[in-house]
């Protein structure tokens, strides 16, 4: 899972592996080095800025299954994210269509001919800092930036998000503040394969005791082995697996992977993307 041998192993011996949009040198060497060790294929992708869980396959076939059951959304995927605004509601779902706005932004419509759906519930963390609150973000589809243009939505922009936020604001934090958490995916025989990475110790805000202590609580460490619904006290959030069985394992997972990347990573080749 978020700890297997492979690339984040790699990343974690040579910082040189992270990727960085401002750098294509280092992308290429990355690449290289990657192939020599072997060939993944990105079933998903996340923005730049967004840390967290990223989904790979070590072969074609695999990763076409997995990319299906994202397409045909037999996925369930957990972000957090932290905001200072004060949100429209406090939970609740934010659903519309999306188009192309401006310096490649995305805007939310009143349309629904073909909605993005997100659903939401927030916790108060303003022992922290005054009106900071955690977010946890469970996208139904999988569009460009709409998580983030649905934080927009709700008049709470995600903290340090410099297209969707105030540019000035932004420029003082340390990253954006949204994390890939939590995936669980069901494959083409019923089985299904999960993963849950909290947001990391040694990373702003994110590392703050009193976060971590919340996120410890949403995302406990045993949620990655309990194949029953998650969330089940938020209707809202809720996933449940419809074959339950044993915990997928290295013969059930062959061929694919879950890595935990930095904020400055981003994969791509991707057939879903909501962050």
Not at 44 to 50: E, K, P, V
Not at 101 to 114: E, Y
Not at 250 to 265: H, I, K, V
């Amino acid at each position: 899972m978020g700890n297997q041998q492979g690339l984040l192993a790699a990343i974690r011996a040579n910082p040189a592996f992270l990727l960085d949009s401002f750098a294509p040198a280092a992308q290429q060497q990355q690449q290289q080095q990657l192939d020599e060790q072997q060939r993944l294929f990105a079933v998903h992708r996340l923005d730049t800025g967004t840390s967290g869980l990223v989904c790979f396959a070590t072969s074609a076939h695999v990763a076409g299954l997995v990319a299906k059951a994202f397409r045909e959304r037999r996925v369930a995927k957990y972000y957090v994210a932290l905001s200072a605004r004060k949100p429209a509601r406090k939970q609740g779902s934010v659903t519309g269509d999306m188009a192309r706005g401006r310096s490649s932004s995305w805007k939310l419509l009143r349309s629904s001919s073909d909605p993005a759906v997100t659903r939401f519930q927030s916790y108060s963390l303003a022992a922290v800092q005054p009106g900071l609150r955690l977010y946890v973000l469970k996208p139904e589809t999988g569009r460009t930036h709409q998580l983030r243009v649905a934080m927009k939505s709700l008049g709470a922009a995600i903290l340090g998000d410099p297209l969707y936020g105030a540019a000035a604001a932004a420029a003082e934090q340390q990253r954006m503040y949204l994390h890939a958490a939590a995936l669980r995916v069901q494959l083409p025989d019923g089985s299904w394969f999960q993963a849950v990475d909290r947001p990391p110790l040694a990373d702003g805000l994110f590392g703050h005791a009193a976060v971590q202590e919340l996120c410890g609580r949403l995302l406990p460490d045993a949620l990655e082995q309990d194949l029953g619904p998650w969330f089940e006290e938020h209707p809202l959030l809720v996933s449940r697996t419809t074959a339950m069985g044993t915990p997928a394992g290295a013969a059930t997972l062959e061929g694919t992977s879950y890595q935990s990347s930095s904020s400055s990573s981003s994969s791509s080749s991707s057939s879903s993307s909501s962050s």
